[in-house]
């Protein structure tokens, strides 16, 4: 089967806890890892998302990360600031905190765009404010952003269903 590359943002490696973790979140968060390493997905992977995840990964995604990299699962991807969405981010909120929380996450946004498209992460105030820009930043229209926290989201179903490219999961306002 194709494989598929993922973001997998900070949030998620923040929140996986131990298999033993009562944490609905937690345990979401690590299945959701443990799920998907163990189909045919990779990881992209840059020196933004490293040093995200270097700040926030519990033990337990530490280890899943160092199993990704043995199982050669990490796609490197440039580090690679596209000034267009930059631009529009700048452009879209008056609030310099939004603004600045979106620049802090555009290089999630820029690997999808280099990869295949898709985000997960746990944050949702990035998604909404991702989302309303896509309103009038066309290309975010593209990214496919998955929640594993969300229970209703049914994350590692849709990593069975090989990470289909649903409308529904779309960035939109």
Not at 12 to 28: C, F, K, T, W, Y
Not at 65 to 88: C, I
Request: with cysteine.
């Amino acid at each position: 089967p194709q494989t598929c590359c993922l973001v997998v943002d900070a949030s998620i490696a923040g929140a996986a806890g131990a298999l033993e973790s009562n944490d609905p979140a937690a345990v979401r968060c690590g299945d959701f890892l443990l799920v998907l390493r163990g189909l045919s997905y990779r990881m992209a992977w840059n020196a933004a998302i490293k040093a995200e995840w270097d700040q926030h990964q519990s033990n337990f995604a530490a280890a899943w990360l160092l199993t990704m990299a043995n199982l050669r699962k990490l796609r490197s991807v440039k580090d690679d600031p596209l000034e267009g969405l930059r631009e529009a981010i700048r452009g879209h909120s008056q609030d310099q905190g939004v603004t600045k929380r979106m620049l802090k996450d555009s290089h999630l946004i820029e690997a999808a765009l280099a990869t295949d498209s898709r985000v997960a992460s746990g944050d949702e105030n990035a998604r909404g404010h991702f989302g309303r820009l896509a309103a009038t930043h066309e290309p975010l229209q593209r990214i496919i952003w998955v929640n594993p926290v969300k229970e209703d989201e049914q994350a590692i179903g849709w990593l069975k269903a090989g990470a289909p490219l649903e409308g529904t999961r779309r960035l939109r306002p």
